[in-house]
Protein backbone atom coordinates (compact mmCIF):
# COMPACT_ATOMS: atom_id res chain seq x y z
CA UNK A 1 0.00 0.00 0.00
CA UNK A 2 1.24 3.51 -0.74
CA UNK A 3 2.22 5.95 1.91
CA UNK A 4 -0.13 9.02 1.92
CA UNK A 5 0.24 12.23 0.53
CA UNK A 6 -1.64 15.59 1.24
CA UNK A 7 -2.56 18.52 -0.34
CA UNK A 8 -4.00 21.14 1.39
CA UNK A 9 -6.11 24.11 -0.61
CA UNK A 10 -6.95 27.55 0.12
CA UNK A 11 -10.58 26.64 0.69
CA UNK A 12 -12.98 24.24 -0.31
CA UNK A 13 -13.79 25.93 -3.70
CA UNK A 14 -10.62 25.92 -5.05
CA UNK A 15 -10.61 22.29 -3.33
CA UNK A 16 -13.03 21.16 -5.46
CA UNK A 17 -11.69 23.08 -9.22
CA UNK A 18 -8.37 21.60 -8.32
CA UNK A 19 -9.68 18.05 -7.87
CA UNK A 20 -11.71 18.46 -10.71
CA UNK A 21 -8.61 19.07 -12.86
CA UNK A 22 -6.80 16.63 -11.49
CA UNK A 23 -9.35 13.79 -11.52
CA UNK A 24 -9.68 15.51 -15.92
CA UNK A 25 -6.24 14.71 -16.47
CA UNK A 26 -6.04 11.08 -14.47
CA UNK A 27 -9.08 10.12 -16.85
CA UNK A 28 -7.82 10.67 -19.85
CA UNK A 29 -4.48 9.21 -19.25
CA UNK A 30 -5.56 5.95 -18.51
CA UNK A 31 -8.04 6.55 -21.89
CA UNK A 32 -4.85 7.35 -23.50
CA UNK A 33 -2.70 4.62 -22.05
CA UNK A 34 -5.52 1.74 -22.27
CA UNK A 35 -8.21 2.87 -24.06
CA UNK A 36 -10.90 3.42 -20.88
CA UNK A 37 -10.93 4.40 -17.68
CA UNK A 38 -12.70 3.49 -14.63
CA UNK A 39 -13.63 5.93 -11.64
CA UNK A 40 -15.18 5.04 -8.08
CA UNK A 41 -17.54 8.39 -6.82
CA UNK A 42 -18.54 9.03 -3.91
CA UNK A 43 -21.37 11.20 -2.46
CA UNK A 44 -21.85 13.99 0.52
CA UNK A 45 -20.69 17.30 -0.03
CA UNK A 46 -17.58 17.08 -0.84
CA UNK A 47 -18.25 14.74 -3.50
CA UNK A 48 -20.92 16.54 -5.40
CA UNK A 49 -18.58 19.69 -5.22
CA UNK A 50 -16.17 18.17 -7.22
CA UNK A 51 -18.57 16.62 -10.03
CA UNK A 52 -19.99 20.27 -10.09
CA UNK A 53 -16.86 21.73 -10.37
CA UNK A 54 -15.91 19.06 -13.17
CA UNK A 55 -18.98 19.46 -14.88
CA UNK A 56 -18.42 23.14 -15.02
CA UNK A 57 -15.14 22.52 -16.24
CA UNK A 58 -14.46 23.38 -19.81
CA UNK A 59 -11.32 20.78 -20.07
CA UNK A 60 -14.37 18.04 -19.22
CA UNK A 61 -14.39 17.83 -22.74
CA UNK A 62 -10.90 16.34 -23.32
CA UNK A 63 -12.63 13.19 -21.41
CA UNK A 64 -13.82 10.64 -23.80
CA UNK A 65 -16.85 9.84 -21.35
CA UNK A 66 -18.15 6.91 -23.51
CA UNK A 67 -15.26 5.36 -22.46
CA UNK A 68 -15.36 5.62 -18.87
CA UNK A 69 -16.75 3.00 -16.06
CA UNK A 70 -18.80 4.58 -13.10
CA UNK A 71 -18.85 2.94 -9.81
CA UNK A 72 -20.05 3.70 -6.13
CA UNK A 73 -18.08 2.99 -3.02
CA UNK A 74 -21.81 3.17 -1.04
CA UNK A 75 -25.03 3.86 -1.50
CA UNK A 76 -27.78 4.65 0.75
CA UNK A 77 -30.33 1.88 0.26
CA UNK A 78 -33.73 3.91 -1.08
CA UNK A 79 -35.91 3.45 -3.55
CA UNK A 80 -33.88 4.25 -7.20
CA UNK A 81 -34.43 7.94 -7.49
CA UNK A 82 -34.77 8.67 -4.27
CA UNK A 83 -33.18 12.51 -3.87
CA UNK A 84 -30.96 11.26 -0.97
CA UNK A 85 -29.22 8.37 -3.09
CA UNK A 86 -26.14 8.93 -3.86
CA UNK A 87 -26.77 8.07 -7.83
CA UNK A 88 -29.28 10.65 -7.40
CA UNK A 89 -27.23 13.21 -6.62
CA UNK A 90 -24.09 12.54 -9.13
CA UNK A 91 -26.80 12.43 -12.00
CA UNK A 92 -27.99 16.39 -11.30
CA UNK A 93 -24.36 17.36 -10.59
CA UNK A 94 -22.84 16.03 -13.60
CA UNK A 95 -23.51 12.55 -15.60
CA UNK A 96 -26.85 13.95 -17.20
CA UNK A 97 -24.77 16.56 -18.99
CA UNK A 98 -22.06 13.84 -19.89
CA UNK A 99 -22.08 11.27 -22.80
CA UNK A 100 -22.56 8.31 -20.88
CA UNK A 101 -22.23 4.40 -21.69
CA UNK A 102 -24.96 3.40 -19.93
CA UNK A 103 -23.75 0.06 -19.87
CA UNK A 104 -20.62 1.55 -18.06
CA UNK A 105 -22.60 3.37 -15.56
CA UNK A 106 -22.81 0.51 -12.18
CA UNK A 107 -24.82 1.88 -10.17
CA UNK A 108 -25.48 0.07 -6.48
CA UNK A 109 -29.00 -1.87 -6.27
CA UNK A 110 -31.61 -0.12 -4.91
CA UNK A 111 -34.98 -1.94 -2.69
CA UNK A 112 -37.15 -3.91 -5.36
CA UNK A 113 -38.52 -7.41 -6.28
CA UNK A 114 -34.87 -8.27 -7.15
CA UNK A 115 -32.99 -6.53 -4.19
CA UNK A 116 -35.41 -6.72 -1.28
CA UNK A 117 -32.37 -6.26 1.42
CA UNK A 118 -29.44 -4.62 1.75
CA UNK A 119 -27.30 -8.20 1.79
CA UNK A 120 -28.95 -9.41 -1.85
CA UNK A 121 -28.04 -5.76 -2.96
CA UNK A 122 -24.27 -6.42 -1.78
CA UNK A 123 -23.84 -9.72 -3.41
CA UNK A 124 -25.29 -8.87 -7.01
CA UNK A 125 -23.04 -5.64 -6.85
CA UNK A 126 -19.84 -7.67 -5.83
CA UNK A 127 -20.90 -9.97 -8.77
CA UNK A 128 -21.26 -7.27 -10.72
CA UNK A 129 -17.53 -6.03 -10.10
CA UNK A 130 -16.27 -9.72 -10.25
CA UNK A 131 -17.44 -9.60 -14.20
CA UNK A 132 -15.81 -6.54 -14.74
CA UNK A 133 -12.75 -7.78 -13.11
CA UNK A 134 -10.02 -8.83 -15.64
CA UNK A 135 -6.83 -11.07 -15.27
CA UNK A 136 -4.35 -9.05 -14.36
CA UNK A 137 -6.43 -7.33 -12.08
CA UNK A 138 -5.07 -9.80 -9.77
CA UNK A 139 -9.00 -10.16 -7.64
CA UNK A 140 -12.50 -9.95 -7.47
CA UNK A 141 -13.01 -6.30 -8.52
CA UNK A 142 -11.23 -4.09 -11.15
CA UNK A 143 -8.25 -2.33 -10.54
CA UNK A 144 -10.00 1.52 -10.28
CA UNK A 145 -8.11 4.45 -11.94
CA UNK A 146 -9.42 6.51 -8.86
CA UNK A 147 -11.78 5.59 -6.17
CA UNK A 148 -12.99 8.53 -4.46
CA UNK A 149 -14.23 9.04 -0.53
CA UNK A 150 -15.40 11.65 1.52
CA UNK A 151 -14.29 11.73 5.02
CA UNK A 152 -16.96 11.91 7.90
CA UNK A 153 -16.38 13.94 10.95
CA UNK A 154 -16.02 10.68 12.98
CA UNK A 155 -13.66 9.39 10.22
CA UNK A 156 -15.62 6.85 8.16
CA UNK A 157 -15.25 6.43 4.77
CA UNK A 158 -17.57 4.79 2.16
CA UNK A 159 -20.24 3.54 4.26
CA UNK A 160 -17.60 2.21 7.19
CA UNK A 161 -18.18 3.33 10.45
CA UNK A 162 -15.95 3.54 13.18
CA UNK A 163 -15.70 -0.22 15.35
CA UNK A 164 -18.84 -1.02 13.17
CA UNK A 165 -18.80 -4.89 11.93
CA UNK A 166 -17.96 -3.68 7.86
CA UNK A 167 -14.94 -1.68 8.74
CA UNK A 168 -13.35 -5.50 10.19
CA UNK A 169 -14.79 -7.09 7.09
CA UNK A 170 -11.83 -9.23 4.89
CA UNK A 171 -13.13 -11.33 2.98
CA UNK A 172 -16.39 -10.01 0.96
CA UNK A 173 -15.67 -6.91 -1.47
CA UNK A 174 -18.92 -5.75 -1.03
CA UNK A 175 -21.38 -5.63 2.02
CA UNK A 176 -24.66 -4.56 3.49
CA UNK A 177 -24.71 -2.38 6.43
CA UNK A 178 -27.28 -2.24 8.94
CA UNK A 179 -27.93 0.07 11.65
CA UNK A 180 -25.34 2.84 10.32
CA UNK A 181 -24.83 5.75 13.18
CA UNK A 182 -25.62 7.94 9.67
CA UNK A 183 -29.13 7.99 8.50
CA UNK A 184 -30.62 5.93 6.92
CA UNK A 185 -29.43 3.27 8.70
CA UNK A 186 -29.50 0.57 5.95
CA UNK A 187 -27.05 1.10 3.53
CA UNK A 188 -24.70 -0.95 0.69
CA UNK A 189 -21.01 -0.25 0.87
CA UNK A 190 -17.43 -1.29 -0.74
CA UNK A 191 -15.42 -3.05 2.02
CA UNK A 192 -11.47 -2.03 2.72
CA UNK A 193 -10.48 -5.11 0.58
CA UNK A 194 -12.11 -3.80 -2.54
CA UNK A 195 -11.29 0.12 -1.49
CA UNK A 196 -7.33 -1.00 -1.69
CA UNK A 197 -7.52 -2.50 -5.03
CA UNK A 198 -7.42 1.32 -6.62
CA UNK A 199 -4.27 2.21 -8.01
CA UNK A 200 -4.96 6.01 -6.48
CA UNK A 201 -7.59 6.16 -3.35
CA UNK A 202 -8.61 9.99 -3.21
CA UNK A 203 -9.64 11.39 0.11
CA UNK A 204 -11.71 14.00 0.21
CA UNK A 205 -12.04 16.71 3.41
CA UNK A 206 -12.45 20.02 3.89
CA UNK A 207 -14.87 22.28 6.85
CA UNK A 208 -13.74 22.21 10.45
CA UNK A 209 -15.88 19.93 11.04
CA UNK A 210 -13.37 17.41 9.67
CA UNK A 211 -10.24 18.82 11.03
CA UNK A 212 -10.54 16.08 14.26
CA UNK A 213 -10.77 12.94 11.87
CA UNK A 214 -8.37 14.33 9.04
CA UNK A 215 -5.92 14.67 12.31
CA UNK A 216 -6.58 11.15 13.63
CA UNK A 217 -6.96 9.36 10.33
CA UNK A 218 -3.13 10.64 9.16
CA UNK A 219 -1.54 9.90 13.04
CA UNK A 220 -1.54 6.35 12.60
CA UNK A 221 -4.84 5.72 14.26
CA UNK A 222 -5.95 2.10 13.63
CA UNK A 223 -8.90 1.63 10.84
CA UNK A 224 -11.28 0.00 12.83
CA UNK A 225 -11.16 2.95 14.83
CA UNK A 226 -10.64 5.07 12.24
CA UNK A 227 -11.81 3.66 8.81
CA UNK A 228 -10.17 6.58 6.79
CA UNK A 229 -6.82 5.35 8.23
CA UNK A 230 -7.46 2.02 6.35
CA UNK A 231 -8.13 3.33 3.05
CA UNK A 232 -4.95 3.56 0.80
CA UNK A 233 -4.29 2.82 -3.16
CA UNK A 234 -1.82 0.76 -4.39
CA UNK A 235 0.16 2.87 -6.18
CA UNK A 236 -1.21 6.73 -4.27
CA UNK A 237 -2.86 7.59 -1.45
CA UNK A 238 -3.85 11.36 -1.68
CA UNK A 239 -5.46 13.31 0.94
CA UNK A 240 -7.15 16.61 -1.03
CA UNK A 241 -7.86 19.28 1.67
CA UNK A 242 -8.71 22.34 2.40
CA UNK A 243 -7.35 24.77 5.15
CA UNK A 244 -9.98 24.06 7.98
CA UNK A 245 -9.93 20.74 7.50
CA UNK A 246 -6.19 20.61 8.16
CA UNK A 247 -5.75 22.71 11.09
CA UNK A 248 -4.76 19.94 13.08
CA UNK A 249 -2.11 18.25 11.30
CA UNK A 250 1.45 19.54 11.76
CA UNK A 251 2.39 22.53 9.12
CA UNK A 252 5.71 19.66 8.08
CA UNK A 253 2.68 16.82 6.61
CA UNK A 254 2.61 18.42 3.37
CA UNK A 255 4.67 20.75 1.65
CA UNK A 256 4.50 24.66 1.45
CA UNK A 257 3.80 24.40 -2.21
CA UNK A 258 0.26 23.36 -1.29
CA UNK A 259 -1.87 25.94 -2.59
Aim: charged residues 20%.
Amino acid sequence: MSTPQIVVHRDKELMAQAAAARLITKIVDAQAARGCASVVLTGGRNGNALLAALAAAPARDAIDWSRLDLWWGDERFLPEGDPERNDTQAREALLDRVGLDPARVHFMPAPDGTHEDADAAAEAYAAELAAAARPEDHGPVPAFDVLLLGVGPDTHVASLFPEHPGVRETERTVIGVHGSPKPPPTRVSLTLPAIRAAREVWLLAAGEDKATAVAMALSGAGEVQAPAAGARGTRRTLWLLDQAAAAQLPRSLYPPASP
